[in-house]
């Protein structure tokens, strides 16, 4: 899966990589993202984090896959997560995140929009 990791000492703060696929711990579902939010702090982050780091907090998108051990969002909800790094995968990749940190977004509030509400918002 390709994904941007943090380059800091190379041309680019950023590039685009192969990374591995996600795997989910029991707590924590599968999201397709549809759309992921930019914060200040992340953008600065790419400057100290080591080489390798993902950046990524903002997701909106729909869950592919619930919890193995059945908390949190259904399959086919449409939600708004938090995540520590790496969500800045683009659309339909595919990511986990734990149950508590996701909440389902209203049909009248598109993925885009719900994406800036977690940590940029």
């Known amino acids: 899966m390709l994904?941007?990791?943090?380059?800091p000492q190379g041309q680019a703060p950023a590039e685009i990589r192969d990374v591995a696929e996600p795997e989910a711990a029991p707590n924590e579902?599968?999201?397709?993202?549809?759309?992921?939010?930019?914060?200040?702090?992340?953008?600065m982050?790419?400057?100290?984090?080591p080489e390798g780091w993902q950046p990524g907090q903002d997701i909106a998108g729909i869950v592919?896959?619930?919890?193995?051990d059945g908390s949190g969002p259904?399959?086919?909800?449409?939600?708004?997560?938090?995540?520590?790094?790496a969500w800045w995968l683009g659309p339909a990749c595919r990511g986990p995140n734990h149950q508590a940190r996701l909440a389902p977004i209203p049909d009248n509030?598109?993925?885009?929009s719900a994406a800036t509400l977690p940590v940029a918002g």
């Not at 994904?3 to 380059?7: I, Q």
């Not at 579902?29 to 953008?43: D, H, S």
């Not at 982050?45 to 984090?49: D, F, P, V």
């Not at 592919?64 to 193995?68: L, M, Y």
Request: aromatic share 4%; net charge positive; charged share 20%.
């Open 3 to 7: 994904a941007p990791v943090n380059t």
């Open 29 to 43: 579902a599968i999201v397709e993202v549809k759309a992921f939010g930019l914060n200040r702090g992340e953008l």
């Open 45 to 49: 982050l790419l400057a100290t984090r």
């Open 64 to 68: 592919v896959k619930a919890a193995a």
């Open 74 to 85: 259904r399959v086919g909800a449409r939600v708004v997560g938090l995540a520590d790094q």
């Open 109 to 112: 509030v598109s993925f885009t």
